[in-house]
């Protein structure tokens, strides 16, 4: 039977055997080279040509079933199933969170790496359970995941991974593994990254608008301690390290509290897009003008940001997914630091 050339099986690998069965058979459905309907060996068959446990094969096979990869018909044997799958690339990606950048994201990686390809799009709302869950019903059954791993605690702070997050994206093969956006994951070997590097970004983009920056006497960071989706503690590092470095007075705080004190000269960063929304409107009920006694700058552009004339401090979100589908199409390795700017808009 042709098809028992399709399958591999490697006997120096630490994958298990069944793993690499099921690995074979949906790579060559990929690739094209099985198609719907077409018949694969029995569990017999298999195991004899390559010298398995008869165990193995049908764990391997029932896997498939389980995915609706292939189907059995009695006294006739198993079939390719008729399946997305079919697609030359199939890519499992896994963001913590819906918002509007991360969409941004998705949808440039999805328009670049183009129609011969089919992206399935998952949230874990930085939960691990959820992304244990995700990761773990699905492996096996891509040719590439692509993961933004942002985590959070009980008390709800930032934190790049756990443990058990480490030890399963540790199972996935390194040529099918895409981290992007936070690569502070301590994963090893030659896979595709495309991050942030969230304190130096921050630092490098109020260095750039430093000059405009100056003319403010106090600078205000909205950073919230705890969130829904925790910011990385790295933003506040930068920010920090940029104030003492310039010598400007600075304040932390945790929200743009309801009847704030605003003052003449003050500049405040927001990260949320409630604080931001919050900010603009008490300055508006205010006799202080944006861009001119008070600044407004935000963290993440959005079109709606670029439209109301905001300063933002941002990644090229368009850019990461760019780079990403460019490097599984062109079948690269590496490390890349997506650019991050100070855009300088109406309200500085």
């Not at 502070?184 to 630092?203: A, K, L, P, S, V």
Request: charged fraction near 30%; proline fraction near 3%; charge should be neutral.
């Amino acid at each position: 039977m042709a098809v028992l050339e399709y399958i591999q099986i490697n006997e120096n690998s630490r994958i298990p055997k069944y793993k690499q069965i099921v690995d074979s058979i949906i790579s060559n459905i990929s690739k094209g080279k099985l198609q719907m309907d077409d018949k694969i060996p029995s569990i017999n068959q298999l195991s004899e040509e390559y010298y398995l446990s008869r165990d193995t094969v049908e764990k391997a096979y029932n896997i498939l079933k389980e995915k609706k990869v292939i189907t059995s018909t009695r006294g006739k044997g198993y079939y390719i199933t008729k399946t997305r799958l079919i697609s030359k690339l199939n890519v499992f990606f896994l963001i913590n969170k819906l918002s509007s950048y991360k969409l941004r994201i998705y949808n440039s990686f999805v328009n670049s790496i183009g129609n011969n390809a089919h992206t399935d799009l998952h949230i874990y709302h930085c939960d691990e359970d959820l992304f244990l869950n995700l990761l773990k019903k699905n492996v096996g059954a891509y040719d590439y995941y692509v993961i933004m791993p942002h985590f959070k605690t009980e008390d709800l702070i930032h934190i790049s991974f756990t443990d058990k997050v480490l030890k399963e994206v540790k199972k996935l093969p390194k040529d099918k593994l895409v981290i992007m956006d936070n690569n502070n994951m301590e994963t090893e070997g030659d896979i595709i990254e495309i991050y942030q590097d969230f304190q130096e970004d921050i630092y490098e983009a109020l260095k750039e608008g430093e000059l405009k920056i100056k003319k403010y006497a106090n600078l205000v960071l909205a950073y919230p301690k705890s969130s829904m989706y925790p910011y990385p503690k790295r933003i506040l590092r930068g920010f920090q390290k940029f104030c003492v470095e310039f010598n400007f007075a600075f304040e932390i705080i945790e929200e743009i509290y309801e009847d704030m004190i605003l003052k003449k000269g003050d500049l405040f960063i927001t990260i949320e897009e409630s604080d931001l929304v919050n900010l603009v409107k008490q300055i508006r009920a205010t006799d202080l003008e944006i861009g001119k006694d008070i600044g407004v700058i935000s963290y993440n552009d959005t079109p709606l940001k670029e439209l109301l004339g905001i300063t933002v401090l941002s990644t090229d979100f368009v850019k990461m997914g760019e780079s990403a589908a460019e490097m599984i199409l062109n079948n690269k390795k590496g490390k890349i630091k997506n650019p991050f700017n100070f855009i300088d808009r109406n309200s500085i």
